[in-house]
């Protein structure tokens, strides 16, 4: 089954590059009208040039709800409407304990990474979705199902994704589909301080032996905006190398 978008509009917070702009350009070869979101305009405007398709861009706060309610406006006035969000953006301000962890990088992390999730599905429902069905998508990790000790309270976030995405799929069907996706460690700026130092070492341990890519997520978030993935809802979808099956290689 090819896996086409024609004829939706697909709005990607934090697209202007990585996971989600790989994720935006699949959707736009798939045929979809794509609105690519994040703060910065300089690069937004030159990731838009390089999409094929009907593509536009606004620069928004994913932490920001007005801007939030603006980005989702201008998607519907621009595009003609929005049948796909992907919640991409993300932050991740702290690295270190729990114990050592400080007030406003708590809330900053739980303000973008968590609370607008809601936020942005509840301003895409309220534009076009509760009239005309939808699908979102979230960003999790497989920090969120597991521990880490640098990242503990992002991941803390990561795993609120995976329930908040199961809350919106139980309230918000049967018209949209909400599902997450849980990648591993994939080799953008956000993971650069986790991946670049030992690479080699790290994707030793992977049972498919190498790290991943943004355009591996982005065939996994093209499946679930997809019809082919029309009677899944609430799941988180793992996209990790096999680093959750945890080989550990006694002999040779
Ligand atoms: N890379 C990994 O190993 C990995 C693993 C698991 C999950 N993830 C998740 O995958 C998603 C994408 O991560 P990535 O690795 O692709 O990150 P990235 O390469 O650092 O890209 C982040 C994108 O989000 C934008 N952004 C950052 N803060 C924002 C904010 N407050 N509001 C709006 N846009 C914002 C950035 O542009 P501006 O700076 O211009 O805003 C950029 O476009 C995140 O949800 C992340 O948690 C990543």
Same mark, same amino acid.
């Given at each position: ?11 990607? $917070?934090? &697209? ?8 935006? $350009? ?10 690519? &979101? ?5 690069? @937004? ?28 406006? *201008? ?7 929005l049948d796909i969000l992907v919640n991409n953006a993300a932050t991740n301000p702290y690295m270190g304990p729990l114990m050592g962890l400080d ?35 979230? @960003? ?19 795993? *609120? ?6 809350? @919106?799929?139980?309230? @918000? ?19 650069? *301080? ?6 080699? *070492?790290?994707?030793?341990?992977l049972p498919l032996g190498r790290l991943g890519e943004p355009q591996d997520v982005a065939g996994a978030a093209l499946f679930l905006a997809s ?8 799941? $988180? ?16």
């Amino acid at each position: 089954m090819e896996l086409r978008l024609d004829g939706k509009v697909a709005l990607v $917070t934090g &697209s202007s590059r990585g996971i989600g702009l790989a994720i935006a $350009t699949a959707f736009a070869r798939a045929g979809a009208a794509v609105m690519l &979101s994040s703060r910065k305009a300089e690069a @937004l405007a030159q990731a838009a040039a390089e999409l094929p398709g009907r593509t536009a861009w606004f620069a928004a706060n994913a932490g920001d709800p007005e801007a939030t309610e603006a980005c989702v406006a *201008a998607t519907v006035q621009r595009l003609g409407g929005l049948d796909i969000l992907v919640n991409n953006a993300a932050t991740n301000p702290y690295m270190g304990p729990l114990m050592g962890l400080d007030i406003p990088r708590a809330d900053k992390t739980v303000q973008v990474n968590q609370r607008a999730l809601v936020t942005w599905t509840q301003a895409a429902w309220r534009a076009a979705m509760a009239e005309r069905g939808g699908v979102v998508i979230n @960003l999790a990790s497989i920090g969120g199902m597991s521990i880490e000790p640098a990242i503990g309270w992002y991941n803390v976030t990561k795993a *609120a994704v995976i329930q908040l995405t199961r809350q @919106l799929a139980a309230e @918000l069907a049967p018209g949209v589909r909400v599902n997450a996706l849980a990648p591993g460690l994939v080799k953008t700026d956000m993971a650069r *301080a986790l991946w670049e130092p030992n690479e080699e *070492a790290i994707a030793s341990h992977l049972p498919l032996g190498r790290l991943g890519e943004p355009q591996d997520v982005a065939g996994a978030a093209l499946f679930l905006a997809s019809d082919a993935a029309s009677w899944i809802t609430g799941h $988180t979808l793992v996209v990790d190398g096999g680093a959750l099956v945890g080989v550990r290689r006694v002999t040779g």
